[in-house]
């Protein structure tokens, strides 16, 4: 059986939380029974692609590695299981790359993002992760640009929709013709949009992301890599 993080094609074998759904994941994660006692569990998401840009994603947005120094971000990402054979592990991996290198935009937007990736999920899953080239590339574009994911984008229908429609309805009763309320919707919606495309994420929200999913289901899947199973 292939390890867990390839299984459900989490490259970083982060737990099941917000951040992970953003990208498609299941919003039921899956418990896994690792030995360590930490109660870890592990996202489910559908395709490569996917997986790897919550992998990167969190890496970028978490307070718990953004703009860290990789040795100490690395120790959070493992729960501290096996810190320094990791670091090795990765380190031998990606020429350039030391335990000082700090893990900020200037980093993911870089040479040393994809293979830093792919080391991590060599690393978490035992083996070389099957993930083809064209999937790291097409997640780090997405991730970097920002493109939203089928989740965000209902989301954000929804509102334009909610907010447009009763401004149409009002200017044409007020004797405007439906083209010229139609315009006005149009134009509502799209700075309706905008606000909620760039409205900074409360505190709220962030803690949300950094939190694991609590809802755990299916039975413990049992793995041997003692990388894999740590709260990300």
């Excluded at 759904?21 to 299941?26: S, T, V």
């Excluded at 990167?56 to 810190?83: E, P, Q």
Aim: proline share 7%.
């Amino acid at each position: 059986m292939e390890p867990a993080s390839i299984r459900y094609k989490n490259p970083g074998a982060m737990w099941g939380n917000a951040l992970a759904i953003k990208w498609g994941a299941a919003k039921k994660a899956v418990t896994l029974n690792d030995g360590k006692g930490q109660g870890n569990n592990i996202a489910v998401f559908p395709t490569f692609v996917q997986g790897i840009c919550a992998q990167m994603d969190l890496w970028r947005t978490s307070v718990n590695y953004r703009n860290k120094r990789f040795a100490d971000a690395i120790a959070i990402w493992s729960g501290h299981n096996s810190v320094e054979s990791y670091i090795a592990f990765v380190l031998k991996r990606c020429p350039g790359m030391t335990r000082e290198t700090v893990m900020n935009d200037a980093f993911w937007r870089g040479p040393l993002a994809i293979p830093f990736l792919k080391a991590q999920a060599g690393h978490e899953a035992g083996k070389v992760y099957p993930a083809p080239d064209e999937d790291w590339i097409e997640a780090q574009k997405r991730v970097l640009s920002g493109v939203p994911t089928p989740n965000t984008v209902k989301k954000a229908a929804g509102s334009v929709v909610a907010s447009t429609v009763p401004t149409v309805a009002v200017a044409h009763q007020a004797g405007l013709s439906l083209p010229v309320a139609l315009a006005i919707g149009a134009a509502i919606a799209v700075v309706v949009f905008l606000v909620w495309k760039f409205k900074p994420k409360s505190a709220e929200v962030k803690a949300i992301e950094d939190t694991p999913h609590p809802a755990i289901v299916a039975e413990a899947v049992p793995t041997d890599n003692a990388g894999s199973e740590q709260p990300k």
